[in-house]
């Protein structure tokens, strides 16, 4: 996301979570209310991160969640937001290129050298 600003995801009246990266798609004349990927770090919340994050994240409408396993060293990538959730759950090595696709685009994220120094 470009600039300083904060993006909140609206997710429900008492859901506003503030992911540590979000990726929006830009629409001209409308500022974003949901992001179309959220990426979350988990290092000591993994519990919350992991099985709560993606359900508000589904429920936000956004495409793609994945929840950085700080300590075991993966992505765990969730996508097809459905009620409750997700449709599919993967998990990604950090040895490994994250590929997803949004709206036709496709995004290749080189995991070892974004979290080199997270380990």
Avoid: F, K, Y
């Avoid at 919350?48 to 969640?65: K, M, N, Q, T, Y």
């Amino acid at each position: 996301m470009a600039g300083a600003d904060a993006l909140t995801v609206l997710a429900g009246p008492r859901s506003q979570p503030e992911p540590g990266v979000a990726v929006v798609l830009r629409r001209p004349g409308a500022h974003p209310d949901t992001a179309a990927l959220v990426v979350e770090v988990a290092q000591s919340s993994q519990r919350l991160d992991l099985v709560h994050e993606p359900r508000v994240c589904a429920a936000a409408g956004a495409s793609v969640c994945g929840v950085v396993d700080l300590p075991a060293h993966e992505v765990v990538v969730h996508t097809g937001p459905v009620e409750g959730g997700c449709a599919s759950v993967e998990r990604v090595p950090w040895s490994a290129a994250l590929v997803v696709t949004i709206e036709g685009h496709e995004l290749s994220l080189v995991l070892d050298e974004l979290l080199a120094d997270s380990s």
